[in-house]
C-alpha cells in the first residue's frame, strides 16, 4: 500500500531534550517536506527536500533540522524543543511540488 | 511576499445546500492552486488542483472549483453538500516550483 508513515504518533517531552519525528515512504517520490499546523494558522511548511541530500527551509525553519541521506526517508529534528514547538506535524510527499502532495497521519507533540 | 487568504474560518450549510468556499492568493505570476481536506484527526487529501488550461476544474467527491485570475481567486464549490464533507478544507498556492503555502483553512460544518 502507498504510504507516508510517521512515527511516534504522539510524543510529549520536556524543553530542551532533543527528539526526532521519522517520516517514510514507499512511493520513490523526489519531493518530501514537513509542516506545522497550529490553530488558525494553518500548514506551514518547515523544511522541504527536492531529492537526496537536498534540502531547503521552507516558512518556520527555526529550531528544526532535516536531512535526506536516503530517498525514503526524511527525518525532522528537533535539537533543543522549547514550548512553542508544540504543535500536530505532517510530513508529505510527491514526485514534484506540483503534484499531488500524499501526507502522512500527523505526529502530535507536546512540549513541557 | 506571496500568500493565500482563506477569509471564512467557519461556514455551516445545511446537507443538501450548495457550498463555496472562497480562497484568494497574491502571487506574481500563475500559481499552481490547489484545494486539500482534511477530515477530523487525518492527513490531508488533494481534492483537485488547476496548472492551466480549463479554469473550471473538477475534482473528487463532486467538488469542483474557478480560477479567476481578474480576482486572483480559487473558489472551490459544491452543489449540494453531504454530511460527510464536513471537515476542514485548504487551499494552497505553489511557488517558485519548489514551495507549498497553505492557507489558514476553512471549517465545514453541516447539519442534517
Known amino acids: 500500500e502507498a504510504q507516508v508513515t510517521q512515527n511516534p504518533r504522539y510524543l510529549i517531552t520536556v524543553t530542551g531534550k532533543k527528539l526526532t519525528v521519522t517520516c517514510s515512504q514507499n512511493?520513490?517520490?523526489?519531493?518530501m517536506s514537513w509542516y506545522r499546523q497550529d490553530p488558525g494558522l494553518g500548514l506551514r511548511q518547515i523544511y522541504y527536500?527536492?531529492?537526496?541530500?537536498?534540502?531547503d527551509k521552507g516558512d518556520v525553519p527555526e529550531g528544526y533540522k532535516v536531512s535526506r541521506k536516503e530517498k525514503r526517508n526524511f527525518p525532522l529534528i528537533l535539537e533543543s524543543p522549547s514550548p512553542n514547538q508544540t504543535s500536530l506535524y505532517f510530513c508529505?510527499?510527491?514526485?514534484?511540488?506540483?503534484?499531488?502532495?500524499?501526507f502522512g497521519p500527523g505526529t502530535r507533540l507536546l512540549v513541557l | 511576499a506571496q500568500s493565500v487568504t482563506q477569509p471564512d474560518i467557519h461556514i455551516t450549510v445545511s446537507e443538501g445546500a450548495s457550498l463555496e468556499l472562497r480562497c484568494n492568493y497574491s502571487?506574481?505570476?500563475?500559481?499552481?492552486l490547489f484545494w486539500y481536506v482534511q477530515s477530523p484527526g487525518q492527513g490531508l487529501q488533494l481534492l483537485l488542483k488547476y496548472f492551466s488550461g480549463d479554469t473550471l476544474v473538477q475534482g473528487i467527491k463532486g467538488f469542483e472549483a474557478e480560477f479567476k485570475r481578474s480576482q486572483s481567486s480559487f473558489n472551490l464549490r459544491k452543489p449540494s453538500v453531504h454530511w460527510s464533507d464536513a471537515a476542514e478544507y485548504f487551499c494552497a498556492v505553489g511557488v517558485n516550483t519548489d514551495k507549498l503555502i497553505f492557507g489558514t483553512g476553512t471549517r465545514l460544518q453541516v447539519f442534517p
Open positions: 527536500s527536492m531529492n537526496v541530500e537536498v534540502t
Open positions: 512511493m520513490n517520490h523526489e519531493y
Open positions: 502571487y506574481g505570476a500563475t500559481p499552481y
Open positions: 508529505a510527499s510527491s514526485f514534484a511540488p506540483w503534484e499531488t502532495q500524499y
